[in-house]
């Protein structure tokens, strides 16, 4: 293997809110509060209810407003160092010999101290260029030890970093994000160099290939000391565009203090501790890829960048203590196979009960929610085998709230009923770059928390979630807002038909879709006939909520970001649709799509946005 190497306080609570829904068909991604099954740990205890507004929860009985406290606002806890880049710093000062950064497949590795001397250099130039806080450093680049080098330089320099996917992002999306973002400077992979005389065309002169200058530092013994650091909290960290599939790709502006929230301490740091091998398996774009990378840094560990082989997947997750990943990606790995791993968090989708029991009959398995507006996570679960899975309670300092489905209804829902999840506390983002109306449709002064009206005003953010307290504290995802439609007058959450359809014993993955006027159900494997699918199906649900149409495959697809990729769903079935209102079982159609090593089309770096690969 290659080494790259040199000779010689306390923030306010975050919170999240639910809103009660409207009558509707039971949503079976909540599971049953009565069904007796193995108890959890018992739940922590919180401080007493003194921090929230009284007036605001007057609504609820007073059983539910002692509770409305204990289970929706964490404890409040400082993050010993809320700057990822300052740990750093730390570690590569005390152990620089330490691994920080391994690319086996490249045959590639770098130490702290190496690191360090590094990102000093090109920070330096980054600052000599005018990055600051409040100026936005565009990354152009694919997994690799460049792309860590580039990001921390950019945040020692003071600056925002906007990872974009250098392989998949089409030139019409980075003209968008370019003359969106505005970034001070472009940082720019050697291979994608092809590409400078188009940036040049909108950000003249601020380009810089990394390689290049990592070459002139080297040569010339550029200077290595740190640049005065001038970060400070509420500053940006980085900002994550979102994968546009519902419109053009919005830019999420996230601080360093929700990041430094997350990495900090338990849960939200995955067990990362000095010593630890933490995996990079997501795309460059995705917020969980930031989780990877920069809660490796923080603690001290050594990041695994995988390659692009299923060789290269496996032999990084054979070596690796700590993996963040979608559920979707786990489903294509046997835990046995990987003895090493000793910590597993998933996120960005419903994780199926299934693949929660088995993995975490191997290692401790963590399920999590959090949008990117969110700044990585808001709840954590450790789930315990048999145990209904659920997405946990908040993270320290991080506020959840039920409320009203309607996104102007703020008023509480008791414990058990369903509602819209809003989140606030220090995790809360800026909200979207340059798009002020809908950054007001999403966010709003936090109205249960109690503020003194010193510093900015708390606020809170609708994630157009559903979900509900049980009664223990644990809190059901129960699908999503926007993911309710209409089938034969009756509202149906897409969501709980897919949850339904996965109680099947044998079923991996499952996914529910209304394609013109009709259900239709999706699963995985094809092995599985779609008779029992529906039986299993309707044992859970009316019988308007159960699919008509079924489409069997031997593994769905997933995008790039490591979800189900419900746009080629669509596609595979339109030439199916039928005329009539029966079809077929199309178990059979076992449908040949180009897939990659991991078994999906959507894996590669193809795609712009795509959580898994970059």
């Known amino acids: 293997m290659q080494a790259i190497s040199l000779s010689g306080s306390p923030e306010a609570a975050f919170s999240l809110l639910l809103s009660p829904s409207q009558s509707c068909a ?158 001070q400077m472009v940082l720019c992979m050697q291979q994608y160099s092809q590409r400078e005389p188009m ?101 001290g560990c050594t990041l695994c960048l995988r390659g692009d082989r299923y060789a290269d997947w496996v032999a990084v997750l054979r070596t690796v203590h700590v993996v963040i990943s979608t559920p979707s990606i786990l489903l294509r790995h046997d835990p046995a196979h990987y003895p090493t791993l000793k910590h597993v968090i998933v996120g960005g989708e419903p994780c199926p009960q299934s693949l929660a029991d088995r993995w975490a009959a191997f290692t401790e398995f963590n399920n999590c929610c959090g949008p990117t507006e969110i700044s990585i996570a ?37 414990i058990g009923e369903i509602g819209c999840m809003w989140v606030g506390g220090v995790g809360v983002s800026r909200g979207y770059l340059n798009l002020a109306d809908k950054t007001a449709e999403r966010l709003c002064p936090d109205p249960f928390v109690r503020w003194d009206g010193h510093g900015p005003r708390p606020m809170m953010f609708n994630t157009h979630d559903l979900g509900r307290w049980r009664p223990d504290g644990q809190l059901d995802h129960c699908g999503r807002a926007d993911d309710q439609v209409k089938i034969r007058g009756f509202r149906v959450e897409l969501d709980g038909v897919a949850t339904a359809m996965s109680t099947h014993p044998l079923v991996s993955t499952a996914v529910a879709l209304k394609l013109g006027e009709q259900l239709w159900g999706f699963y995985a494997p094809a092995s599985v006939p779609s008779k029992e699918v ?17 489409l069997a495959l031997d593994k769905l697809p997933l995008t790039p970001r490591g979800k189900v990729d419900k746009h080629v769903l669509r596609n595979m079935a339109r030439p199916e649709m039928p005329s009539s209102q029966s079809l077929p079982d199309l178990r059979a159609v076992k449908r040949e799509v180009a897939v990659n090593p991991m078994g999906s089309p959507a894996l590669s770096d193809s795609s712009y946005g795509s959580p898994i690969e970059q």
Request: hydrophobic share 35%.
């Open 534 to 550: 529906r039986q299993a199906t309707a044992q859970k649900l009316p019988d308007y909520a159960v699919p008509s149409q079924w």
């Open 199 to 299: 940036l040049a065309d909108i950000v003249r002169g601020k380009v810089m290939v990394v390689e290049e200058v990592m070459e002139e530092d080297e040569r010339l013994q550029a200077d290595g000391s740190k640049v005065r650091d001038l970060s400070k909290r509420d500053d940006g960290v980085y900002l994550i565009y979102t994968s546009g599939t519902t419109g053009v790709p919005k830019g999420v502006d996230v601080r360093h203090r929700g990041v430094g929230n997350v990495v900090s301490g338990h849960p939200g740091n995955v067990g990362m501790k000095p010593g630890m091998r933490v995996a990079q398996l997501l795309n460059i774009a995705f917020d969980m890829c930031a989780w990877e990378v920069l809660g490796s840094m923080y603690n």
């Open 26 to 183: 039971p949503a079976p991604s909540c599971p049953d509060p009565s069904t007796s099954l193995p108890s959890p740990p018992a739940p922590p205890v919180y401080p007493p209810a003194s921090r929230v507004n009284a007036h605001s929860i007057s609504n609820l009985p007073v059983d539910d407003q002692t509770l409305f406290e204990e289970y929706g606002l964490a404890p409040a806890r400082p993050a010993a160092q809320p700057f990822v880049h300052r740990a750093f710093e730390a570690h590569a000062a005390r152990a620089p010999e330490v691994v920080a950064v391994e690319h086996a497949s490249a045959g590639q590795q770098i130490t702290y101290g190496e690191l360090e001397l590094r990102a000093n250099r090109l920070a330096r130039r980054l600052r000599a260029r005018g990055v600051r806080p409040g100026k936005r450093v565009v990354i152009l680049c694919r997994r690799s030890i460049s792309y860590v080098l580039a990001i921390l330089a950019a945040l020692k320099a003071g600056g925002q970093y906007v990872p974009l996917d250098a392989q998949s992002i089409t030139d019409e999306m980075l003209a968008h994000v370019l003359s969106d973002c505005a970034p």
């Open 378 to 414: 808001n709840t954590v679960q450790k789930h315990t085998p048999g145990y209904p899975l659920s997405i946990g309670r908040p993270i320290p300092n991080t506020n959840v709230y039920v409320l009203g489905r309607d996104p102007s209804d703020t008023t509480p829902a008791r």
